[in-house]
C-alpha cells in the first residue's frame, strides 16, 4: 500500500490544478519532519486535517480505528503562507545539499516544487489548505 500526502484547499474548486503524488514526501515524512524542526518551521505533517469523508476513505483503507470517526475534530484550515514558509525552507535547503535525503532526494525536492507552485496560487486566491493523506 502507497501512502500519497496531497494538498486540498478549502472550496469545492479552487480554480486552479491542487494535484501533486505526494508519495515521495509520505515516504520521507519522518526525515521530513527532523529536517523542518533543525530548520526550526513547521513540519508538513503538522497541516495535515480529514474532514468526515476523508478520515472514512482512510479507516476504509486501513489506516486507521473506527472509533476515531465519533472523535474526529472539524477540519482544520491554514493560512497558505504557513505552509509555503516551511516548503521553501526546505526546498532551500535540498537546492544546497542535494543529497540531504538520500536517494529520494531529486523526488522529494520536484514534489515540494509542486507543493510551493500550489501554495503560492493558493495566497494569490486568498484561500486556506490543509493536507490529507491516501494509502492506496
Known amino acids: 500500500m502507497a501512502a500519497s500526502m496531497y494538498i486540498v484547499v478549502e472550496g469545492e474548486d479552487p480554480g486552479y490544478d491542487i494535484y501533486v503524488n505526494g ?4 515516504r520521507n515524512e519522518d526525515a521530513l519532519e527532523k529536517l523542518a524542526r533543525s530548520l526550526q518551521v513547521r513540519p508538513l505533517i503538522d497541516f495535515f486535517s480529514a474532514d468526515q469523508n476523508s478520515m472514512a476513505l482512510l479507516i476504509e ?4 480505528d473506527p472509533r ?3 472523535r474526529l475534530p472539524p477540519p ?4 497558505p503562507e504557513e505552509g509555503l514558509a516551511s516548503v521553501e525552507a526546505l526546498l532551500e535547503t535540498l537546492r544546497q545539499e542535494p543529497a540531504q535525503l538520500g536517494s529520494e532526494s531529486e523526488l522529494i525536492r520536484e514534489e515540494l516544487d509542486e507543493y510551493a507552485t500550489v501554495l503560492r496560487k493558493t495566497v494569490e486566491r486568498k484561500l486556506r489548505w490543509h493536507l490529507a493523506v491516501s494509502w492506496r
Open 76 to 79: 482544520q484550515w491554514f493560512a
Open 23 to 26: 508519495r515521495a514526501l509520505a
Open 61 to 64: 483503507e486501513g489506516a486507521g
Open 68 to 70: 476515531l470517526l465519533d
